[in-house]
């Protein structure tokens, strides 16, 4: 995706943000908080009407809007990056955490259950996503409501704008895992997105 795009589509102001409908958490799991190992996707994302007092060349695009809120990926081990996504869950009103369960399937929902049982904390729905294709073909679809000036990233997120605009499928390099989680959190607040247990992705109740 162009950088151009995300400039023309960000929300500098959080004035500029409407009341959010939902907000949910997006989680790409890792197995390992080492150094060698891929981060922890983490962000979180809402869904509202159209931006605020924004104008665009071709006017306000109507319908729901994605506002991608904050990346909060890192090396975790599963114990912490289950007490983060209820940290954020809990800092953003969050009513859903949206998670990969390719790797280790029911990994994520036992971490983050076992982690609110034991800090006696609220746990919100956890939402499971399985990735049928690989990164670049479940990211198109998120791309394309980018195109339709109807998603937004808040303030500045390099890493996970770096991933949307840098990462090339192939060349190695360090996994986009930011991206993953912000397609897990769109896909729980826009399910038009998730195209198919055939196709790129299925939301599993």
Known sequence: MRAALLELTRIRDVAHVPELRRIVVGVDPSGSGKASADRCGLVVSGIGSAPVG??????????????????ASARLSPERWATRALDLADEWGADTIVAERNMGHDLVETMIRMVARTQKRRCPRIQSVWAARAKQARAEPVVGVWEQFRAHIVGGMPGFED?????????????????????????????????GSATEVRMLV
């Not at 060349?57 to 809120?69: A, K, S, W």
């Not at 192939?170 to 998730?194: N, Q």
């Open 54 to 71: 924004v104008d665009y060349p071709d006017g306000v695009v109507e319908g729901e809007h994605l506002y991608f809120l904050e990346d």
């Open 163 to 195: 991933c949307w605009t840098s990462w090339v499928p192939g060349e190695g390099g360090e996994s986009p895992d930011p991206l993953d989680a912000g397609v897990w959190a769109a896909c729980g607040l826009m399910p038009e997105l998730a195209l």
